[in-house]
């Protein structure tokens, strides 16, 4: 799986290289509700949810080894599906952010004003209005290679994750158009992080890819406990989560599987 959602007692998954969303009741059975065709979907890389909207990033370019080395002619853009309450998965979705043309968009986040923070493979980082319309480009420092995902923690502080540079999870402050490390402060060991997902309290949740496991990361960033990990209600390659409020549940991606907690119950769920 490359991307999950939680949203209105729903579940979506998507993975790279598909044009489908599947889509799953989120209360036992867990029963599998149908697939939203997206035509022309080629490279999705993570799923936002709200206001009865999907959000989904896709370069157009393909990765699989299937198709190594080919390159697509397409501008890159977010996806827009409008979400019905019928059980009608028949969409319209709308194409946005083509004018942008070969930007790399990643990841998704929203920030507390409502717009959408896109993390790019570039040095850009772009925050969105989708209605009504609006982008502003900010410029991340020249030292973070490889941005994974980055979330607002409150004001102009960012949390933000990545591949190449270390530390690899480490805080930044907006200024303007550009963002720049927070002076003394604090960050955190982590190995191969992938994704963030917020947690009411103020905690943040962690997927370390490489080392198949989930973190808990305190408020201070200072420390973390194993929230999951390969063979302790885990599996193999996380690399994505979502957390819904509403239901106090925690969905996580992991290599061609999901798995759906409860953080105050025991384990749930897992849907392949």
């Known amino acids: 799986m490359y991307g999950v959602a939680i949203s209105d007692s729903r579940i979506y998954l998507i993975q790279c290289e598909c044009n489908w969303i599947k889509v799953y009741d989120a209360c036992h059975p867990y029963e599998f509700l149908g697939d939203i065709k997206v035509r022309d979907m080629t490279n999705p890389s993570d799923i936002l949810a709200f206001d009865h909207c999907l959000y989904i990033p896709d370069n157009m370019t393909p990765t699989c080894h299937h198709y190594f080395g080919m390159r697509s002619d397409c501008d890159h853009r977010v996806w827009k599906i409008r979400l019905s309450e019928s059980a009608s998965f028949s969409v319209q979705p709308e194409k946005t952010l083509m004018s942008l043309k070969k930007w790399w968009p990643w990841t998704l986040s929203r920030a507390s004003d409502g717009k959408i923070i896109i993390t790019t493979l570039t040095d850009k980082v772009y925050f969105w209005s989708p209605d009504p319309h609006a982008i502003e480009t900010v410029t991340l420092p020249l030292s973070v290679c490889s941005a994974q995902h980055i979330i607002e923690l409150s004001g102009q502080l960012y949390l933000i994750c990545s591949r190449l540079c270390e530390p690899k999870v480490c805080q930044l402050v907006r200024e ?18 992938r994704h963030f997902a917020k947690l009411p309290d103020g905690r943040i949740v962690v997927p370390d890819h490489i080392n198949n496991s989930v973190l808990v990361v305190e408020n201070d960033l200072n420390s973390c406990k194993t929230l999951l990990c390969h063979g302790n209600n885990g599996r193999k390659r996380p690399c994505r989560v979502a957390y819904d409020g509403s239901s106090h549940q925690l969905l996580v991606a992991f290599h061609h599987s999901a798995g759906l907690y409860s953080l105050n119950d025991s384990f749930l769920q897992v849907q392949h």
């Open 176 to 193: 303007g158009n550009k963002m720049n490390f927070v002076e003394n402060s604090s960050s955190l060991d982590v190995q191969h992080p």
